[in-house]
């Protein structure tokens, strides 16, 4: 290899119909490097990764990879070449179990040819071991948690033993405690001369593990800076052209009366949880992965069996038996699990956004189109949705935007009490103040909400109140009107001991 770089995009431009996702990028990457890209929602960063990867390719443009051109006929050609990424949206096959997807289409043969399930079990268990996290690898891929899916997406990157390793968001699904682990093995990766190329709209990780960070814009990149010459609110104008400066809007001076009262709730894991719920208030749900947090509040809407405890809503005593009676009821769901549980792939955008309303855009025999359009149109102005028109299929959007479109379908159900599982997972710096306004201009309307969310500075900044879920308990309620607390006292009261953050890569140099 001549030169200090190992992988090169040379004005590579990507159009689809109706969009032009990247325009003339060009960018290097060094081995040994964790390279950040980060951009807004729809800004390419996906795509450009699908092209180094061979899902895509380029409209025009050339790649280059250890000083020659590299034309990539499709993924498996990638991975051969040694370039493996980790999908934003998991490509996991749910009826295989986790070795098989490991190995898919390179599985170890006996001598007799056929597939050696033993040499790849063992394979596995190794890696995972490697990076210290426990999964059933006979356990097929769709009984997994999206934490162990995502887990499952690494080990099968690691396997390959590639040269370049992108990871298109792989922290969106972690914990604080697997982040460090994840952080552990990019750290390896690093010392070993890989090049990783890192996608996250978590500005703090960028911070924490990138050596250098390039910023997408509508396609085009904006910069290619060393990280520890940056600064966030610098960062943060790249990305999104204009000051932000605080994202979270202040709490709400409105509390009013209790409408939801849960009395020592039992379901599963579950184990005794009581809580309330005013109106106007948004009462956010912390803990680690695992410490009950969706349990929580997928036993309240009725989606698990309540083996004790009760629930009074709007003051009387209320069971609901499966999610569509808590609907009824008034209350809306957001799922985590936006790919399987929230988008409807193959439909429009909006079909998606009005489906579970479609009563009101029915006419006697027909649904009336117009409406359902104007209705549409109206969301994605309002939430500021990238799309290239409204009959664009939405899973060809990107993960941000599907995010959005599923908020718009709550919305339009004008709930009285939304509960959002992970509000604003893969979604940019600027469209988060956005929903968080949202979600505001909500409690302000007297609405409640109930908030599971992993982001501890989310938790902190939009939570009246905090509970904190521990091993299937509540750990406590914490009242933020009284004071602001800190992602140490929340993290020590979900792990049951003292806890301190990991420090970020920077801070060091600048208090020499
Ligand atoms: N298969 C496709 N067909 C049509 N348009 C597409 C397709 N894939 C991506 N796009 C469009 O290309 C643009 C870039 O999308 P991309 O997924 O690369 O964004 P991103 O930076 O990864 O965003 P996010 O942060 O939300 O994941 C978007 O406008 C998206 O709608
Ligand atoms: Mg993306």
Redesign the pocket.
Known sequence: MNGEYVLEFRKISKD??G?K?LADVSMSFKPGEVHALV??????????MKILSGVYQPSAGEIFYKDEKLVLQNPHHAQTAGISIIF?EFSLINTLDVTENVFLNREPRTRLGLFDKKKAAAMTRELLDSIGIEIDISAKVRDLSVIEQQTVEIIKALSIDADIIIM??PSAALSDKELTKLFGIINKLREDGKTVIY?S?MLEEVFSIADRVTV?KD?RVMATENVCDLNKDQLVRLMVGREIGDIYPELSGNIGAVVMEAEGLSSGKLRGVSMDLREGEILGIAGIAGAGRSALVETILGMNPLTSGSLRFKGKPAVFRNIRQAIEAGFCYIHSDRKNKGIIAPESISVNTTITNLGEYTGRWLIKRNEETRVTKQQVELLGT???NLN?KIE??????QQKVLISRALLKKPDIYVINEPTR???VGAKHEIYRIMRDLTAQGKSIIMVSSELPEVIGMSDRILVMNQGFSAGILDQHKKTYTEEEILSLAVGHEYQLPAGGCDDEEEV
Do not use: M, R, Y
């Open positions: 689809f119909p969009v996702a951009g807004e929602n729809g800004a390419g960063k996906s795509t450009l934003q298109d968001e996608i709209h997408l396609g990238k799309v290239a664009q060809d959007l990107s993960g941000g935007n893969g979604i940019d």
